[in-house]
């Protein structure tokens, strides 16, 4: 079982020059505080590669073709220089904007390489990564950004998926189905101050048999034994749109789940629950594992 989320580390936010860089460290800086554990913004920046697109060898000769390279490397090393300023740029801004309001203080830090190499490197002194749905990455603007969807199935500390402008967290649901990810989840959740004096709905889809509400009911137990606002919600309908649809009626700010789906699946993939909740949930997603 994974380090749980009450376990000592740093809070990291991957942020991005374009990306949503002031929401992820808002998120980091909540979580920081949640926790009482330093905030370390992070900035990966991926070194571009000098490459000529198609065949030059028939039209320059060698001697051009030489010239050419070097100043092309000449032109990615200047691009990686203005990159990492305005990341260092950035970087200050955001450091500036939080303040001196965490309780156990703020680090930047820029790395060069992929943000999934970077964010494995810093895993082992990590609690819990804070990345955008967008943008953790340049170029990366689909709604579930490949290096998003990448990191994720790589880590295995806690991930929190911000999808736009944060707020603080007063209510949140728990998606569970009885399984041992999502039994595993909430013994998380229990044990973690991160959730503390956040109201929890945890959410069961579908038919609910004897034994799974059973399960429900003893997550919930488990809950409140150690001071948290649980309640036991079932509904009817397919897990995806279902849970969208508890999100929308308890109001709720963020959706807690467990980073595989209860089926076969054992990894994210495309087309799972999860992945599509992550693509479309309007509140920040905590995924666990």
Not at 27 to 39: D, K
Not at 113 to 123: F, K, M, P, S, T
Not at 145 to 151: I, K, L, Q, T
Not at 265 to 278: D, E, K, Q
């Amino acid at each position: 079982m994974s380090e749980l989320i009450h376990a000592e580390g740093d809070i990291l936010a991957a942020v991005d020059v374009g990306g949503l860089a002031d929401a992820v460290a808002d998120a980091g800086a909540w979580a920081a505080r949640r926790t009482q554990r330093p905030l370390t913004l992070l900035q990966a920046i991926e070194r571009p590669s000098a490459a000529i697109g198609g065949d030059l060898s028939g039209s320059l000769a060698v001697d051009s073709q030489d010239a050419l390279l070097t100043e092309l490397a000449a032109l990615d090393e200047r691009r990686a220089q203005l990159l990492q300023r305005s990341g260092r740029r950035m970087l200050d801004e955001l450091a500036t904007r939080l303040g001196d309001g965490l309780p156990a203080g703020l680090r930047v830090a820029q790395r060069h390489g992929a943000i999934v190499d970077v964010l494995l490197e810093a895993e082992p002194q990590v609690r819990l990564f804070v990345i955008g749905r967008q943008g953790v990455a340049q170029a990366d603007t689909t709604p579930l950004g490949r290096h998003v969807e990448r990191a994720i199935r790589a880590v295995a500390r806690p991930v929190l998926v911000v999808p736009g402008p944060f707020s603080n967290i007063r209510r949140a649901v728990i998606a569970f189905d009885a399984s041992p990810t999502a039994t595993r989840c909430v013994a998380m959740v229990a044990a973690s101050p991160l959730l503390a004096d956040v109201a929890l709905d945890v959410v069961m889809v579908g038919h609910i048999e004897a034994a799974k509400r059973a399960r429900l009911d003893e997550a919930v137990v488990q809950l409140c034994a150690v001071g948290l606002q649980a309640q036991a919600v079932t509904v009817e309908g397919e897990a995806e749109s279902a849970l969208l649809a508890q999100l929308a009626r308890s109001e709720a700010d963020l959706l807690v789940m467990g980073a595989y789906g209860h089926s076969r699946i054992r990894h994210l993939l495309v087309g799972s629950t999860t992945t599509a909740l992550l693509r479309r949930s309007p509140v920040p997603v905590l995924l666990l594992r």
